[in-house]
């Protein structure tokens, strides 16, 4: 079989990208090794950048955002005791969007059956091979047992952290840059109302929370926790008992509380693979880079990528120039530098350790001080989180 591009990942990166081709009349196959309830079932990160709600709902991605997701104008940091609102409408006149990544996998997953598009899911043993020269070639195992082989013009590795696309370029090819926490988070949801018009995103010396949402009726928190903590040994009880201890201050602020369920911890790291371009290799999203969760960069990170590779991938297969895949790598890198930055700030900002000094408490402090004190610290904060609508 031959294509133009061949699509590696079904995620909303692989996804979105294959939309905005179609729309520009270039063929495409996607496959994906997980099912598409496995995709459509995996909890992720739940905010969308004011910009990546309008790429989605302005190529007709997706329909739903606006009648079942929740604009938010600003988030609360929380330390000390004590809520500090940051407004971002007030500040840089932007929001954000909630509404989970699963819920963008659906819609999109919607929107290519509307096309009548190739999208395989639950595939197996997927190689790639042959991006050096001019015919790259994917090969996998189809959901019926299958070995097939496709041959696109182009290949994209929109496969994820753990991608194998990206795992096809010899280390000595690519720079790998990358940090490891000493935490993870433990997420859970929650069948409860929201605790807050907004998410608080908190800091004690116990430990950071997040207290996210979902609808009026469930709710998605998240607490740091050691890498190797078992969900299996956390009751309701005393998850609960953690998180009021962390969220202790003089404001009395309370969680609203209910049954807890869907448990999991989220191991994380900082990464970035360099160039996101290998011969008739590009890779896209988390598979060429990956943030700590902390600020919900991830998926807008993927979705800028796709809004940056597609007209990029247009005026490849215009002019059959490879020189204008390495203006995408070279582009996408620079948001993906900036969301590096912002969300390893964030992550070291609100998390503690266990050997911190006293000195990297009051550091960390003056930190927050710095941001919640001053309407420009305020504002940087509020450009990063809704998505620098200056950058390309
Ligand atoms: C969610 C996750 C995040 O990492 C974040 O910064 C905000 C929200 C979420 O799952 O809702």
Redesign the pocket.
């Known amino acids: 079989e031959t294509t133009t591009v061949g699509i590696v990942g079904a995620g909303p990166a692989g996804l979105l990208l294959r939309h905005l081709l179609h729309r520009a009349g270039i063929a495409t196959i996607t496959i994906d090794n997980r099912t598409r309830q496995e995709i459509a079932e995996t909890q992720r990160?739940?905010?969308l950048e004011q910009g990546s709600v309008e790429l989605l709902t302005e190529t007709g991605a997706i329909s739903r955002i606006r009648d079942n997701g929740y604009e938010h104008g600003g988030i609360y940091l929380r330390f000390d005791g004590e809520n500090h609102h940051i407004d971002f409408t007030g500040l840089v006149n932007a929001s954000v969007w909630?509404y989970?990544q699963n819920e963008v996998f659906v819609d999109l997953a919607e929107t290519a059956d509307r096309d009548g598009a190739d999208v395989r899911y639950g595939v197996s043993d997927t190689e790639v091979d042959g991006w050096r020269g001019e015919h790259p070639v994917i090969r996998y195992t189809d959901a019926d047992g299958v070995r097939r082989e496709i041959r696109p013009d182009l290949l994209v590795g929109a496969d994820g952290s753990r991608s194998v696309t990206r795992r096809s370029i010899p280390h000595e090819e690519r720079s790998d840059h990358f940090i490891e926490y000493p935490f993870a988070w433990f997420g859970f949801l929650v069948d409860a109302p929201p605790s807050a018009d907004e998410?608080i995103y908190s800091t004690s010396e116990h430990g950071f929370v997040?207290i996210?949402q979902r609808t009026e009726t469930m709710q998605?928190m998240y607490f740091q926790c050691d890498p190797g903590e078992n969900p299996d040994e956390w009751d309701d009880e005393r998850i609960w008992a953690e998180m009021d201890r962390r969220l202790e201050g003089r404001d009395g602020f309370t969680l609203k509380k209910g049954p807890i369920h869907t448990k999991n911890v989220l191991p994380f790291r900082s990464f970035v693979c360099e160039p996101m371009r290998h011969g008739r290799l590009v890779l896209a999203g988390d598979a060429g880079h990956t943030v700590p969760?902390?600020?919900?960069k991830g998926l807008n990170l993927a979705l800028n990528d796709v809004r940056v590779l597609a007209p990029a991938i247009e005026r490849w297969v215009a002019s059959g120039d490879d020189a204008e895949l390495d203006v995408y790598s070279d582009a996408a890198l620079q948001r993906v530098w900036r969301a590096q930055r912002f969300s390893y700030q964030m992550t070291t900002m609100l998390h503690t350790t266990a050997d911190a000094t006293p000195f990297e408490r009051r550091r960390t402090l003056a930190e927050l001080r710095d941001i919640v004190d001053s309407r420009h610290g305020q504002a940087a904060l509020a450009e990063a989180y809704t998505g620098w609508p200056h950058l390309a």
């Open positions: 990160a739940g905010i909630l989970p998410l997040l996210s998605r969760p902390t600020g919900a």
